[in-house]
Each structure stands twice: as C-alpha cells, then as structure tokens.
C-alpha cells in the first residue's frame, strides 16, 4: 500500500532508535555526579533521548523515498534540544536555595550545555546507524549487526571526543592542617575567614572541620582554579557528597596559587572530600589552553 513503510525500512528505524537510546541510557548511567538522580529526571532525559533518537532513524527512510520535506523537522529538534538546555539551566537555578551550598551560574551553565549535547549523542548514533544499515547491501540480520556495531563506535568517539577534565587532572588535592586563632580560621597557615565568632563555633571546626588545599601541578593552572565559579563548583560537590553540618567556605592564596576548601562535614570523611574535589569537573567557562595562548601571542609579534 502507497504510504506504508517497507519492511527493511522498518527494521532500520527500529534498529536505530534502540541503538540511539541505549546511547542516551549509557550517558546518563557514566555520569560520575550520579545526576540526574531520582527517577523522574532519568525518565525526562531518557524520553528526550529515544525522541533525538526517532528523529535520527526517520530520516534516512524519509531520503530514501525522496521525502524531503520531513527532513526538515530536524532543525525542529535542534530547538527543541536547546528548549532541553533551557529548562535545565532554569530548574537548577530554581535549587540553588534549597542546596548546602550553590552550584554558581557556570557550573549550571555546563551540566545544562551537557545535558543538550548528550541528546545530540542519541540524533548522531541514531542518524549513523540508519545510514549503516542503508550502505550495507546483505541480509537483514548481518544489516542490523553491522549497523548497531557502527553506532556503538561513533557513540565511543563521541563520548572521547567531548569528555572533559576534572580537577584532579590539573591539580593535587592533599588534607590540609586546621587552625583557630583568635577565632580565626586558617588552613595550613592561610587565613580563611573571622566568622567563628564564638567558642562554640571555633570548637565545632577544631573537633569536627575538614579541608582540603588544591595544587596546581603548572603555573598556567591557576587561572582555572582561582576562577570564582571553579572554586564554587568544587565546594558544591564536596558540600554535596558529605553534607554540610554549619560552615563552608572556600579561598585562594594569592602568592603561590593554592585553592582551600573548608567544611563542617555530616560525613566526615576525609578521602571522600579529596575525591569529590578531585572529580569535580573543569568548567568549560574557566578552561584555557596554554598552547593556543602562546600561538596566539606570537602571531601579533
């Protein structure tokens, strides 16, 4: 029947929304932060992902019988995607009240830049795949075998591709010495803050506080973890994985570059603070690259 879909062009979009949203499940399963972590976030990021990915398998079929008008809906879900970042960016920054400490508009400006990118994850391996399928002229089965393993590749290269850095790829993060002076704080002889105004509070950090100092492994370092948003993405996920019982605070030296981070931890455990730190991720706001700075400069001698 006119305007039925043939049989080999159903198991392609079949093929390819599966492989498309089992791209989108791995992503989100990888994710480190453990975000979203409720189900009604998986199921929202899991039902964008199969429609990238329905979206990705139609068009091939849609080519192939010269329907070119319903390839156009694609620019459709490149809004819809940057609608995903929207909503993402808003309902983050609807949180930061509730949170121990905030996120910072960097820091949900990148995991709502991720979230849109990870969609465009399921589109590309689904597109791909449907395009695998088309090329390889065999039998249905070594069609969908060959596809799905194409898909899985470009979804490898994708992932490689746009995987960033964390902390502790730039940086050392050691315990660091805690000190009450005059109810001042100091953390391995750097002044933090006046605020323990009492002796209640300058005891609660003696007995109970933890730290940790931040190291640049190279100079040019510095100017990703001195950057206000990097410092407070760092204290939001070591606030975030151990709780926060009063106090937290974060500072920079300005001599030598160290980074502090400081807490009165619920948790408290101090290899879980130095791991969440070291896993906090390189905002791509705060991020520069030392050789495209040094091209850069040599160009305008």
């Known amino acids: 029947m006119d305007g039925m879909l043939s049989r080999e062009h159903t198991i392609l979009i079949v093929t390819s929304i599966i492989v498309g949203t089992l791209a989108r499940i791995i992503t989100i399963k990888e994710d480190f932060r453990q975000y979203p972590s409720y189900p009604n976030g998986y199921l929202i990021h899991l039902v964008t992902g199969f429609v990238a990915a329905s979206l990705g398998a139609v068009a091939i079929p849609a080519l192939m019988t010269k329907n070119f008008v319903a390839v156009t809906f694609l620019t459709l879900a490149i809004q819809q995607f940057r609608d995903v970042r929207k909503s993402e960016r808003e309902s983050l920054k609807d949180l930061e009240n509730t949170e121990y400490a905030y996120r910072g508009d960097a820091y949900i400006d990148g995991i709502a830049k991720t979230f849109e990118s990870r969609n465009y994850f399921s589109l590309i391996v689904a597109l791909a795949t449907g395009i695998t399928y088309e090329i390889v002229d065999s039998s249905a089965w070594i069609n969908t075998i060959c596809s799905a393993v194409v898909g899985f590749i470009i979804l490898y290269i994708l992932k490689r591709f746009s995987k960033g850095k964390s902390i502790g790829d730039i940086a050392e993060v050691k315990e660091a010495k805690i000190e009450v002076k005059n109810h001042e704080l100091y953390v391995d002889g750097l002044y933090v803050t006046n605020l323990l105004g009492t002796e209640n509070a300058s005891k609660l950090f003696l007995e109970e506080g933890r730290a940790v100092v931040i190291y640049p492994k190279k100079h040019h370092f510095r100017v990703t973890l001195e950057n206000f948003g ?22 920079r030296d300005f001599e030598n570059g160290r980074v502090v981070i400081a807490l009165v931890p619920i948790i408290n455990d101090k290899d879980k603070l130095i791991e969440a730190v070291k896993k906090t991720p390189l905002l791509e706001s705060t991020k520069k690259s030392e050789s495209v700075m040094n091209s850069n400069m040599v160009g305008r001698e």
């Not at 975030?240 to 019982?245: E, H, N, Y």
């Open 230 to 251: 990097q410092r407070q993405a760092a204290l939001f996920e070591a606030t975030r994985t151990l709780g926060v019982k009063r106090y937290h605070f974060t500072r």
